[in-house]
């Protein structure tokens, strides 16, 4: 961008943000009438037109954000999406203010597209609210980048602070949502190794920073072109050193990884093998109403357990060693109606194989009104009935649990529909046939601690039980996201079972071996290795995310130090001599860069003034 233009374009901006105080009192003095309210058109027409070319570019880096998400997947649109939305934020006219409403509008245009199957759930005024909480976490990011922006490098840090908000959006609020995560869109692309490394904080950072980079080498490269190339005697664009370092160490690291995950998806014959099959017995109909049908979707999954005893006797499937129901087969609780008991032992018996029940289990607590429930998966013998338990950990807010029911029943008539849930102890692995078995539900699966302390207490392969019919496909796809990642993340099997599906089995280098249609009756059959190997993102991974962190945090920090930030407040809150009675004197220092085109922030000399 040609920097008279973006002196202007800094000049406009600047009297559209302050009106004179003649004009407004003259506008205070109007009565009201079609005058002030085309004065006040004028003012918005004046506002928005500078800003209409970076409002665009946002909202289009949002939906490329998304799109890099299944069902569409394109895993090269995060990079782009990266690359406009670092412009928008580098520009010296960006203030701190511009700079969360971008990310603002960043987030809102990459949620509500993510996430519109919260809709089919709770209508779409939540959906809407849903998305408006995560986008304020890009928001925070857009402020924090115009912060770090004048520090050299600005690349680099604008990676870790991304790695900050994920982190923030991961936490908080009601244990966090992390739903969007960046790493999660990259499962069909190259970056997905860089999970055995350091898990998706690590794969977030590489992408953003890959994605900056580039954008700060294009800006370099169009500054360069603009200037008069006699001032640059070597002939070579300057300042692209850094961010050409950071893409190279990137796929650098991206190709060393790639080797040990592609040859552990392809197997090894020291790895033992085990045959397991995952049960999709479908439900009568979508939505809240398959709740008060819950025999039928019992009934659903002993028959499709019963079909696949019947192949296994035909000779054409093999035969199971354990059986993966989904979460939820059993609403009615199993360890106290004798007829689900019964129904569930005649499937296992059929199959001659434990199978693992997802069920809903009575809390010793439980009353009419507080009727608690754990969400539990229960290993289920063929000749013992019921035995090890794990009862899931990190529930749902708002689904299967409500934060604060007694605030928010009077908000919506929705809060009426969560569960009693309550979070459950335990280790996270149970064993069938003698396997050990990372059982990570649903919700859980999203979390980066719920496999990863399975997979430390011994799990060689991880089931996901999940429940998804209250939902539609693209959540599913999402949801299956997720667990490719894990496989990656940790070297191990993943058996994904879900009550309509998707339902599959991936390999640890995120290759889907089989896989379901959505929203039918089916069952996958079929042999897989056992692992025992810890990657170093089972090992380190929060120490990972920590360092990064708090790498980000120091980024800004030191970006505010070096705009002297801590300096103005300090001399602001120093109380003055009486016998002082001079001006306020302006700031000494001098304004900081706040492009790498050579362009002062317009923030920082309004700082400063």
């Known amino acids: ?213 580039v954008a700060a080498i294009g800006l370099e490269v169009v500054a360069w072109w603009q200037r008069d190339h006699h001032e640059n005697s070597t002939g070579r664009p300057p300042s692209v050193v850094v961010p050409g370092v950071c893409i190279a160490v990137v796929l650098l690291s991206t190709a060393l990884a790639f080797p040990h995950v592609r040859k552990s998806g392809a197997g090894s014959s020291d790895d033992p093998t085990v045959t397991v099959a995952a049960i999709q017995g479908n439900v009568p109909r979508l939505g809240l109403e398959f709740n008060a049908q819950r025999r039928a979707v019992l009934d659903n999954h002993v028959d499709e357990t019963l079909r696949l005893a019947d192949e296994v006797r035909a000779g054409r499937a093999p035969q199971p060693q354990f059986v993966i129901w989904p979460e939820n087969s059993s609403d009615i609780d199993p360890l106290a109606n004798p007829d689900a008991r019964a129904r569930i032992t005649e499937a296992a018996q059929a199959i001659g194989a434990p199978i693992l029940v997802g069920g809903v289990v009575a809390r010793p607590e439980w009353t009419r009104e507080n009727p608690a429930a754990s969400n539990t998966v229960i290993v289920w013998d063929p000749v013992s009935g019921p035995g090890e338990r794990h009862d899931k950990q990190i529930i749902q807010p708002f689904g299967e649990y409500l934060p604060w029911r007694s605030f928010f029943t009077h908000l919506s008539s929705y809060a009426e529909r969560a569960g009693y849930f309550v979070p459950g102890g335990g280790n996270g692995v149970v064993h069938a046939a003698g396997v050990p078995i990372g059982v990570t539900t649903c919700w859980e699966v999203i979390f980066d601690r719920a496999a990863r302390e399975s997979v430390l207490n011994g799990a060689q392969l991880i089931a996901v039980p999940a429940n998804n019919a209250t939902f539609n496909q693209a959540m599913s796809e999402q949801q299956l996201a997720f667990a490719k990642a894990r496989a990656v993340e940790h070297d191990r099997y993943v058996i994904v079972a879900g009550t309509v599906g998707i339902s599959a089995v991936i390999a640890p280098d995120g290759r889907e071996l089989a896989r379901t249609n959505f929203f039918e009756p089916a069952f996958l059959d079929m042999q897989v290795r056992l692992k025992t190997s810890l990657t170093p993102a089972s090992k380190w991974g929060p120490i990972t995310q920590s360092v990064l962190v708090a790498l980000g945090i120091a980024a800004v920090l030191a970006a505010i130090m070096h705009n002297g930030g801590f300096t103005r407040v300090t001399r602001r809150l120093r109380p003055r001599p009486e016998n002082d009675r001079s001006e306020p004197t302006t700031d000494s220092n001098p304004p900081v860069s706040g492009s790498d085109d050579g362009s002062n922030d317009k923030e920082e000399h309004h700082d400063h003034r």
């Open 1 to 213: 961008m040609d920097s008279e233009h973006e002196a202007h374009t800094d000049l406009d901006e600047a009297r559209a943000e302050s009106a004179p105080e003649a004009e407004e009192s003259e506008e205070s003095d109007t009565p009201p009438g079609p005058g002030r309210w085309r004065r006040y058109g004028e003012r918005i027409v004046n506002w928005l037109v500078p800003r209409l070319p970076r409002l665009c570019a946002t909202v289009g880096a949002g939906l490329l954000m998304c799109a890099s998400f299944p069902p569409i997947g394109w895993w090269w649109s995060a990079v782009l999406a990266l690359i406009v939305f670092a412009v928008v934020l580098t520009r010296p006219s960006t203030t701190r203010a511009g700079g969360f409403g971008y990310g603002f509008l960043f987030g809102m245009a990459f949620y509500l597209p993510l996430l519109p199957w919260v809709s089919g759930l709770v209508g779409a005024v939540p959906w809407i609210g849903l998305a408006a909480m995560c986008a304020c976490f890009p928001a925070i990011f857009g402020l924090l980048a115009v912060v770090v922006r004048t520090l050299p490098g600005w690349p680099l840090w604008f990676a870790l602070v991304w790695v900050v908000e994920e982190w923030l959006k991961s936490t908080i609020p009601f244990g966090g949502f992390p739903w969007g995560v960046v790493a999660f869109g990259q499962t069909g692309g190259p970056f997905l190794p860089l999970m055995a490394l350091g898990g998706a904080p690590a794969v977030s950072f590489a992408v953003v920073l890959v994605g900056c980079s």
